[in-house]
């Protein structure tokens, strides 16, 4: 063992190292090429040209010098350990930012196994221990990031937007919209968990007092659902397109509600403000069914709503019996309310491709959502027109096949089921009552359309007229509950 020490004591090196990163050098070199370091120059030849190990160092010292090193026979590190001022060995690697942030991530699997090391020129990269029978990619760590291939993956899927806890506004409170106007709160009229909905006034009107000055406010989250809502109705359902729709379809109505104005209240909320639209059909039932006569006219009056949605690239996604308001009169108004879920099904004229289990679950009751709404797909048109379908069978015999269900696998079995047999659906739900003609043929046309298949809103609607007229009934009547 001396003789090799002594031995290795004659020995000249031609190299050295860089002191701020490692990487071995040639004698002659003045910068480094990795980080590009001044390589210092120094009087003494034997630093100069490399070094010579002294002799006064015993192998002993040398080894309880590199006793806390994780690998005793890793040539750099033993480089690293030797400190002494007649040498210049290899100097240890300096801590970067990423080995500080990567020391936090790592401590995390300090008690299950230290981790492994990998030499890599001029840097060290550390790994987490991989449990036995985990898969590997879940235990890759990347350097920069500290976070895994897995992680970064569902970094990438959209997240739940935070819920702003909703705060119940006293009546007479005034609000300001974007154009300046001012609204009275007059009372509240409905909740839920993300939404409020209150009767309101403008201040300063004549006919404060009356109803014909009532107005919706609707409330939300800022950065909630509601956003959603105000995009669609400010892209494809502003007043002007509406009156347009109407002139070129030869029409008397359409229910798409009139947007009176928006704003902020305080920092954490945002309202929107309809003309009055009259009351719920939940409220004016009053759980009681409705006849053929009445279901035809109100499908006939939602099919104009959905064909004008459709034509301006977006679908409803939660057309259900809470969304609908009717306004008595002359001839009853049927609107369609709650755009929240509101999706934009083929942006610049280009349909959204069919892809399974790419969007969550829609809230709501799992009675009256589509099929492609139960697989994960991006709604379409048959998607709204099939929600239709459920409701009319719903608000006229008041039966499902899946109503007492709760669980979303089986519900969307049993739909499935059910879409692929139209005539089984109706013989459910009617039971011992005859069959609708006109139900049959509407379910019938809509089970057949196809994912990016545009619907024949005509002859839908035309073919239910024809059975509103044959059961005395004309969609210029007022609505009978």
């Known amino acids: 063992m001396e003789a090799s020490n002594l031995h290795w004591t004659k020995q000249r090196v031609t190299f050295r190292f860089c002191p701020q990163c490692g990487t071995k050098l040639q004698s002659d070199f003045k910068f480094c090429p ?167 006034v403008e201040k300063g009107s004549k006919k404060s007092s009356s109803s014909e000055s009532s107005y919706i406010l609707k409330m939300g989250a800022k950065d909630g659902r509601i956003f959603n809502e105000q995009n669609f109705l400010q892209r494809a359902a502003r007043p002007s397109s509406v009156k347009k729709w109407i002139k070129q379809q030869n029409m008397d109505l359409l229910g798409i509600p009139s947007c009176a104005g928006f704003g902020f209240y305080t920092d954490s909320y945002r309202f929107l403000i309809f003309s009055s639209i009259g009351q719920s059909l939940p409220s004016v039932m009053q759980d009681k069914l409705l006849p053929e006569k009445t279901v035809l006219h109100l499908t006939c009056r939602l099919l104009d709503v959905l064909h004008y949605i459709h034509s301006n690239e977006y679908v409803h996604c939660d057309v259900k019996a809470e969304n609908i308001y009717i306004l008595s009169g002359q001839a009853t108004q049927v609107y369609l309310v709650g755009y929240s879920h509101a999706f934009r099904y083929c942006p610049s004229g280009q349909h959204v491709e069919y892809s399974e289990g790419r969007r969550a679950l829609p809230e709501g009751s799992l009675d009256f959502i589509s099929l492609d709404a139960h697989k994960g797909v991006a709604q379409s048109r048959r998607s709204d027109l099939q929600s239709l379908g459920y409701c009319m069978l719903h608000w006229h015999t008041g039966v499902l096949p899946w109503s007492t269900l709760t669980n979303p696998d089986k519900v969307a079995a049993l739909k499935q089921r059910y879409m692929d047999d139209v005539p089984a659906l109706l013989s459910h739900c009617f039971g011992q009552k005859r069959d609708s003609s006109a139900f049959l043929s509407y379910l019938t046309a809509v089970a057949n359309l196809q994912y990016t298949e545009q619907p024949n809103y005509s002859e839908l609607r035309a073919k239910l007229s024809a059975a509103l007229s044959q059961l005395s009934g004309h969609l210029d009547e007022p609505l009978v509950f």
């Open 34 to 200: 990795s980080c590009g370091k001044k390589i210092p120059c120094s009087a003494d030849p034997s630093e100069r040209e490399g070094t010579s190990a002294p002799t006064n160092i015993s192998p002993s010292k040398v080894d309880e010098a590199c006793k806390d090193s994780i690998d005793s026979q890793d040539s750099t590190e033993v480089h690293g350990c030797l400190s002494s001022s007649n040498v210049s060995p290899r100097p240890a690697l300096r801590k970067t930012r990423k080995s500080y942030r990567l020391n936090r991530v790592l401590k995390l699997n300090v008690n299950e196994a230290p981790p492994s090391k990998t030499q890599v020129r001029g840097k060290a990269r550390l790994l987490p221990p991989v449990e036995q029978g985990e898969k590997s990619d879940k235990a890759t760590v990347d350097i920069a990031t500290g976070s895994s291939p897995k992680s970064k993956a569902l970094s990438k899927a959209k997240k739940p937007k935070h819920t702003v806890a909703l705060e119940t506004l006293e009546n007479g409170t005034e609000m300001t919209d974007m154009t300046g106007r001012k609204w009275t709160v007059m009372q509240l009229l409905s909740q839920s968990m993300t939404e409020f909905v209150y009767q309101v």
